[in-house]
């Protein structure tokens, strides 16, 4: 056989456009057992001419077997291009099951459909006291979010069920992801992270299935926090887009988040957006996410307690936070960050230079502070322009109260 196999393969490399030839050879190979081997010829054969009609599923189930989700996406595509309805529909659920096994839910089908797999998610170890500043938003989301879920008793007496949806907006960099994941720790639940690249796909419903793959997996581990980042992104509003894949995938969160087919009690969904404006009306209704909570850039108390969370480990000397947050209005945590950076760099520089390992001093943050400018005006620019004209519906009324602060004002003007 090896010899045989040998043979053939001569005579591929010396005819690669032979179809026939490269087939046989790919025939051979899986006879050996050589599959991989043989999983690239077909990904050749497939690219140049197409596989006949019952090929297609038995080279999916050899490419499920070894992980081969691309080879797979590409022969269910033949298979619908190709007419082949039994092949397709085998092919379809062999993509399913191996996408739900990479997100960590096995998708049942038949009568055991009701009842998912448990999965092992590790509950999130983030609280409170890691999320510098932020105090007000911290007691609505422990009133809103928390006390539900560490009372439920109180809220079982009045009929209330924990669970729901919260949306957090506001500038990039302020601290919303974080903010999600205290929640959980805070609550001592696991949580599932669900970022845009996790769920989009650009082949025809992967992504719904994605999606769906993703709040089983919360289910199964409920109580739980999933967390959607980018909401503007999956849930973009229908009426400004023309594609019929948008629709779909809004169609399919909206059913998640209603529990069409499933159990939401104990999920908590909360979600992350810059464009609150972006994101389909039908998210906001009661039910789904009804509580819409604004992140601002810290303020200066805020910003003193996270140059404090950011300087913890650093060996420093003469540093007085409160005077640099003084110097950094309309900072975001991430422009803090990159602020402390910078100030190490010229550290650095320094003990390259001279020796020896200086402490961070107050001259070198100072002199970074130069180089680092705030990026939440862009931001603050555009909503301030979307208020302006668009918030009929006042939903935004608490970024308005903050743009007419006297400091906001000021940096704006």
């Not at 595509?77 to 085998?90: D, F, I, K, P, S």
């Not at 322009?385 to 704006?412: H, M």
């Amino acid at each position: 056989m090896t010899d045989r196999i040998d043979a053939l393969r001569k005579a591929v490399e010396a005819n690669p456009d032979d179809v026939l030839l490269r087939l046989v050879l790919a025939e051979s190979l899986v006879t050996a057992g050589d599959l991989e081997p043989a999983l690239d010829q077909y990904v050749v054969l497939l690219d140049q001419q197409g596989l006949p009609d019952d090929q297609l599923v038995p080279v999916g189930e050899l490419a499920a077997a070894k992980g081969r989700l691309a080879l797979l996406r590409s022969l269910l595509e033949a298979a619908r291009l190709q007419g082949v309805v039994e092949g397709t529909g085998r092919l379809q659920q062999l993509v399913d099951d191996l996408i739900a096994e990479r997100s960590g839910v096995r998708i049942k089908v038949g009568p055991e459909a009701e009842t998912p797999d448990e999965v092992d998610t590790p509950k999130e170890t983030t609280t409170f006291d890691q999320v510098g500043g932020m105090d007000e938003i911290k007691r609505v989301i422990h009133r809103m979010v928390i006390l539900p879920l560490s009372r439920p008793e109180l809220y079982q007496k009045y009929g209330r069920k924990s669970g729901g949806g919260v949306m957090l907006y506001g500038p990039p960099g302020c601290g919303k992801t974080l903010l999600a994941r205290a929640t959980a720790g805070e609550c001592g639940l696991p949580f599932v992270n669900v970022r845009i690249e996790d769920v989009m796909d650009p082949y025809l419903g992967v992504s719904e299935r994605n999606l769906h793959a993703a709040f089983e997996r919360a289910r199964a581990n409920a109580p739980c926090v999933l967390f959607l980042d980018e909401l503007d992104a999956l849930a973009f509003a229908r009426h400004k887009h023309g594609g019929s894949e948008a629709r779909r995938l809004v169609d399919v969160l909206l059913q998640e988040l209603d529990a069409i087919g499933s159990e939401n009690d104990g999920l908590l969904v909360l979600a992350a957006t810059n464009a609150p404006w972006d994101v389909d009306e039908a998210m906001l209704r009661p039910g789904r996410f009804d509580r819409v909570i604004f992140v601002p850039p810290p303020d200066e108390p805020a910003r003193s307690d996270i140059l404090g969370v950011l300087l913890k480990d650093v060996p420093a000397g003469g540093l007085d936070l409160k005077t640099l947050a003084g110097q950094t209005p309309m900072f975001s945590g991430a422009d803090l960050r990159a602020l402390v950076e910078r100030g190490i760099d010229r550290v650095i520089d320094e003990a390259l230079r001279g020796g020896g390992e200086p402490p961070l001093a107050m001259r070198h943050l100072t002199d970074a502070l130069l180089t680092v400018t705030p990026s939440t005006l862009d931001w603050l620019h555009r909503v301030r322009s979307y208020i302006e004209f668009a918030n009929q519906s006042e939903r935004y009324d608490d970024v308005a109260a903050y743009l007419r602060t006297r400091d906001v004002r000021r940096r704006l003007n």
